[in-house]
């Protein structure tokens, strides 16, 4: 790797400062504070290198190389390689694979816990433990992000919980080659991930390796069923038959093409074998879509269940809940029932008491109201005179005219004036003579009517009669 001054420390230019850096530690208890110092120092160096190129693994020449300075690489690499696996920073790539592996956990826990704290204090005690570790380490935390994040990138593209948690080697690298972008970074990351019991690895007869993912709510992944590898299966045939489909139709294409060609050259034998290779490859397009499609509908019927069973579980659940709610509410039938007879019986009390009060308080004396106005209209009777009223057959006609004159408008004002002349005959009514229409109104011969003639009331004698009352 090039040189980067931007990448590096701004001590990195300091020769003096880099010159005691990079030569070889001294012993810790002589000066304790700057073995530290130097320590943490190429610590940080590296975990920032590892993190910038998304590496989890390197040996200690590489890393000596990656941090070499005018031609000169740090000498004591290998020192701080060694105290990160003792801090457990660092772990050696095999012993990481053997802790990894699920039925080798109680040997490796024997090795990680006994022997090698045990070996190492030999080494120390016999003053071997500066010997050079050039084994491939793994930097722990880092593979431990790495795998968290791919486990997460498998559930955000997870549809269907049947056919997207059980992939292949192949699909896993292509859909995480930005988390991990060697295949070996991305067997150490699914080993952390097996490690952590998120991650089953199943090696299929055909040679190629199957992952199967925890899901989001899982604890711990479960093994490999029959079922999950049917569907498996499928996939791969799927994915097959895809890629046989676009293999003939670019075969097609280039047949008709050479067909044209021919033609163009006069070879009509050549192109006639053209166009029968594109016939035959037209025939075997057509089962192969035929044979995708059934595979597709399958899938598609093992995703519908998946979402069917969903939904039965969310209707189960559902019905349980309701009936434990129901229980803990004390909601019946029975205890409903009974409730609304009470608010009935509440109702028809404050309706009686509603009709009390609108009736109003009762005479202590118990006195008929029908008494009481017989009794009034005697005492009115007795303060006025009765007049009776006049009957009309009493009075002859001269007297009942005599009263009629005697009676006035109280307001003239809406009536016309009574007229004082006596009109003369028009002269259609005396050529043409008059009749009466159907309503008795005169009309002259020729179908128009006449006006009225008014003629003057006989006066009525008035003659000394009794007074006449008219009661208003």
């Not at 590496?55 to 200690?60: A, C, E, N, P, S």
């Not at 204090?121 to 431990?144: Q, R």
């Not at 050259?265 to 499609?293: D, H, P, V, Y």
Request: charged share 30%; glycine share 4%; with cysteine.
């Amino acid at each position: 790797m090039a040189e980067s001054d931007t990448q590096r420390p701004e001590c990195w230019v300091d020769d003096q400062r880099m010159d005691a850096l990079f030569s070889p530690f001294r012993e810790r208890n002589a000066n304790p504070q700057s073995w530290e110092s130097k320590m943490k120092f190429w610590s940080i160096q590296i975990t920032e290198h590892l993190r910038q190129n998304g590496q989890v693994v390197f040996d200690t020449r590489t890393v000596s190389q990656i941090f070499k300075r005018k031609g000169r690489m740090p000498s004591c690499m290998h020192t701080v390689v060694q105290e990160m696996v003792r801090q457990g920073k660092l772990q050696k790539v095999s012993d990481f694979e053997a802790s990894a592996q699920p039925e080798g956990w109680a040997s490796w826990g024997l090795n990680v816990f006994v022997k090698r704290p045990l070996l190492w204090t030999v080494d120390t005690v016999m003053g071997k433990a500066n010997h050079s570790i050039e084994e491939e380490v793994v930097y722990v935390e880092i593979l431990k992000e790495k795998a968290s994040e791919l486990l997460h990138r498998v559930w955000s593209n997870a549809r269907h919980q049947a056919t997207d948690y059980v992939l292949d080697w192949t699909t896993v690298r292509d859909m995480c080659r930005d988390i991990c972008p060697d295949d070996r970074s991305l067997s150490l990351v699914l080993l952390q991930l097996q490690k952590e019991a998120k991650v089953r690895i199943v090696e299929m007869p055909s040679q190629h390796k199957v992952v199967k993912f925890a899901r989001k709510e899982q604890r711990s992944v479960t093994p490999v069923s029959e079922i999950e590898l049917g569907v498996h299966r499928l996939k791969e045939t799927e994915a097959h038959l895809s890629s046989e489909v676009q293999k003939l139709t670019e075969g097609i294409r280039r047949c008709l093409e050479d067909a044209k060609f021919y033609i163009g050259k006069g070879l009509k034998n050549s192109a006639k074998n053209a166009l029968r290779r594109k016939k035959t490859n037209e025939k075997i397009l057509e089962r192969r879509e035929i044979a995708l499609e059934t595979v597709h509908g399958l899938l598609q019927r093992i995703q519908d269940a998946e979402s069917e069973k969903m939904i039965l579980e969310a209707y189960k659940a559902g019905v349980a809940t309701i009936k434990q709610k129901t229980a803990q509410d004390d909601l019946s039938v029975e205890r409903v029932d009974e409730i609304m007879d009470a608010v009935q019986e509440v109702f028809d009390t404050q309706s009686d008491i509603n009709e009390a009060l609108s009736q109003g308080p009762q005479d202590s004396l118990n006195v008929s109201t029908t008494e009481l106005e017989l009794e009034l209209d005697a005492l009115l009777a007795e303060g006025e005179p009765v007049v009776q009223p006049a009957r009309v057959d009493q009075f002859s006609p001269g007297q009942l005219a005599h009263a009629m004159g005697e009676l006035t408008v109280a307001d003239k004002d809406g009536l016309p004036n009574v007229p004082t002349f006596t009109p003369s005959t028009p002269p259609s009514v005396a050529k043409g003579g008059s009749s009466l229409s159907s309503q008795g109104t005169p009309t002259s011969a020729h179908g128009q009517r006449s006006p009225p003639r008014i003629s003057t009331p006989p006066k009525i004698p008035v003659e000394a009669e009794p007074e006449l009352v008219v009661l208003n």
